[in-house]
């Protein structure tokens, strides 16, 4: 009798033992769904971005700010533009995960005036997003 009794707990342990692993199993199958869905969002916000040519002639004096979100990448800028011309980016904001050296861009803006500078190579999307977080500051401040 007693014999039955530890077979019949070791027999929960078990089925416990299987719901806990059923359980993980679901949650870690829901977790990588929602991170490749995700994902696919985020590479083809990145694929969309089209970064324009500035027009500064049309943009009045004042420092503007601006931002774009990738999911995975974002930028929050801040722009002042003189006479015309762009004076300073501050790079306020960069979520990234391995787009570090993208954050020469603001630079590389200043000293081309204009957003068609060459992306950094390994740090192509952080560069896009960027460029189109300055894009958009700068064209908010258009007369």
Known sequence: MVLVRRLGKIDKFKKGIIALCCIGALSGGTYLYSYIAELNNYKTIVAGLQ????????????????????????????????DHKITEIQLIRHK??????????PAKVIKAQ?????????????????????EIAVNSGRQ
């Open 96 to 105: 990234t995960e391995r787009g570090q050296t993208a954050e020469m861009i």
């Open 51 to 82: 970064i324009n040519e500035l027009d500064l002639s049309q943009v009045k004096d004042g420092t503007f700010r601006g931002n774009c979100d990738a999911i995975f990448v974002a930028a929050d800028v801040s722009v002042t533009v003189k």
């Open 114 to 134: 204009s957003l068609q500078v060459d992306t950094i190579s390994g740090a192509t999307n952080s560069s896009k997003v960027i460029l189109k977080a300055i």
